[in-house]
T-cell receptor
Framework: DAGVIQSPRHEVTEMGQEVTLRCKPI?????LFWYRQTMMRGLELLIY????????DSGMPEDRFSAKMPNASFSTLKIQPSEPRDSAVYFC????????????FGSGTRLTVV | AQTVTQSQPEMSVQEAETVTLSCTYD???????LFWYKQPPSRQMILVIR??????QNATENRFSVNFQKAAKSFSLKISDSQLGDAAMYFC???????????????FGKGTKLSVKP
């Protein structure tokens, strides 16, 4: 299994531009999570899906952020328009629940908004 | 709401020695899971060890073991025979059960940066 695959690994964009982050979860995992990691706030859950349906999006900071999961093998996190304070590492993770296994994380996307 | 606290922002250990990283958590749930994740400079989040709250026996994975004290809500990680490759950020994390209040969210502490001296 290739694990959770995220793209791109790095993204540098100008303020005001649209940014799309992509994630392919592990096949068979029915939960998908988007986390954001910053020095100030640590790892925060943005949104998670179960069987492609958003369950909790209370962590999404603003309307500028949106996430979709059109099928079991693909999810996107979009920021439009992007701002410098959105600069962070964004992780996607997937899991089989309700087992006690931990989540499997992707390698993250480092987003820099200039 | 559940919280996870790691009180040691940084720790250092000599190669081949033992080090213990602290973690405390707060929850009103009786059943839950606890995890330690390692994040090396590559930034990949790697699961090190997990513990189910209903199990009294402390989990062990090779050189990594935990000291789980449910009543004290404490979950420390012990690394024995430390190696240079153990240098990383270590995150303690909590997850309730699907039928609990946290609905599957993995809640992280702020992390402890571990340095290993040769």
């Amino acid at each position: 299994d290739a694990g959770v695959i995220q793209s791109p690994r790095h993204e540098v964009t100008e303020m005001g531009q649209e940014v799309t982050l992509r994630c392919k979860p592990i096949s068979g995992h029915d939960y998908l999570f988007w986390y954001r990691q910053t020095m100030m706030r640590g790892l925060e859950l943005l949104i998670y899906f179960n069987n492609n349906v958003p369950i909790d999006d209370s962590g999404m900071p603003e309307d500028r952020f949106s996430a979709k999961m059109p099928n079991a093998s693909f999810s996107t996190l979009k920021i439009q328009p992007s701002e410098p304070r959105d600069s962070a590492v964004y992780f996607c993770a997937s899991s089989l629940l309700p087992t006690g296994e931990g989540y499997t994380f992707g390698s993250g996307t480092r987003l820099t908004v200039v | 709401a559940q919280t996870v606290t790691q009180s040691q922002p940084e720790m250092s250990v000599q190669e081949a020695e033992t080090v213990t990283l602290s973690c405390t958590y707060d929850t009103s749930e009786s059943d839950y899971y606890l995890f330690w994740y390692k994040q090396p400079p590559s930034r990949q989040m790697i699961l090190v060890i997990r513990q189910e709250a209903y199990k009294q026996q402390n989990a062990t994975e090779n050189r990594f073991s935990v000291n789980f004290q449910k009543a004290a809500k404490s979950f420390s990680l012990k690394i024995s025979d430390s190696q240079l490759g153990d240098a990383a950020m270590y995150f303690c994390a909590y997850r309730g059960t699907l039928f609990g209040g946290s609905q599957g969210n993995l809640i992280f502490g702020k992390g402890t940066k571990l340095s290993v001296k040769p």
